[in-house]
């Protein structure tokens, strides 16, 4: 299958620093990638879809400007979480869709990334 | 809009036993079916899928048939063992979101012990 990788794995950051999350699609190009937040004992929430070459498309109640997405390449995708506090303490995980007919509605995801902000 | 219920966990089983987390959706179209697993500290896997009415995803010993008659893609295991422990999540794509949503169930935790 495909392979997606982020980085770091873990971060842990002060209150009114901003943090940045890599995700990467390491064997195939993907214009599009999303990424999700998991809180703790919950489901994964959609936060936006990355599009490559242009603006992400933010889901309802995700702020943009506090969740910055940045779609430069065809195998990268980066997540700033800006002015971080507390309360964005979570799970985030990016997943990429391959362009390919036999992975039809199927996305490969990465390993997660655990924000903690102190 | 599109939904996936799955049963509330945690679930706790003796290794060996055998498991069915239930899965049922609500979707518009034709949607596809997915079981994710996710293991402590990491990010999700697929663990299988089906594509439409009457497949059988499998995987691992894992299996889960799409039952557009009841809505539902059940999640089964004949034996399961202590490395099975872990996450699951149901979830479907191609509905009215189209195949770039995929939506997934709240999860479900299976603890398995010796």
């Known amino acids: 299958g495909a392979v997606v990788s982020q980085h770091p794995s873990w971060v842990i950051c002060k209150s009114g620093t901003s943090v940045k999350i890599e995700c990467r699609s390491l064997?195939?190009?993907?214009?599009?990638m999303f990424w999700y937040r998991q809180f703790p004992k919950q489901s994964l929430m959609l936060m936006a879809t990355?599009?490559?070459?242009?603006?992400?498309?933010?889901e309802q109640g995700v702020e943009k400007d506090k969740f910055l997405i940045n779609h430069a390449s065809l195998t990268l995708s980066t997540l700033t979480v800006t002015s971080a506090h507390p309360e964005d303490s979570s799970f985030y995980i990016c997943?990429?869709?391959?362009?390919?007919?036999?992975?039809?509605?199927?996305?490969?995801f990465g390993e997660g990334s655990r924000l903690t902000v102190l | 809009g599109d939904s996936v219920t799955q049963m509330e966990g945690p679930v706790t089983l003796s290794e060996e036993a055998f498991l069915t987390i239930n899965c049922t959706y609500t979707?518009?179209?034709?949607?596809?079916l997915f079981w994710y697993v996710q293991y402590p500290g990491e990010g999700l896997q697929l663990l299988l899928k089906?594509?439409?009415?009457?497949d059988k995803g499998s995987n691992k010993g894992f299996e889960a048939t799409y039952r557009k008659e009841t809505t539902s893609f059940h999640l089964e295991k004949g034996s399961v063992q202590v490395s099975d422990s872990a996450v699951y999540f149901c979830?479907?794509?191609?509905?009215?979101?189209?195949?770039?949503?995929?939506?997934f169930g709240a999860g479900t935790r299976l603890a398995v012990h010796p």
């Open positions: 997943s990429a869709r391959v362009e390919d007919r036999k992975y039809t509605g199927e996305l490969f």
């Open positions: 064997d195939f190009q993907a214009t599009t």
């Open positions: 990355s599009n490559e070459g242009s603006k992400a498309t933010y």
């Open positions: 979707a518009t179209g034709y949607p596809s």
């Open positions: 089906a594509t439409k009415a009457d």
């Open positions: 979830a479907l794509s191609g509905g009215s979101g189209g195949y770039n949503k995929l939506i």
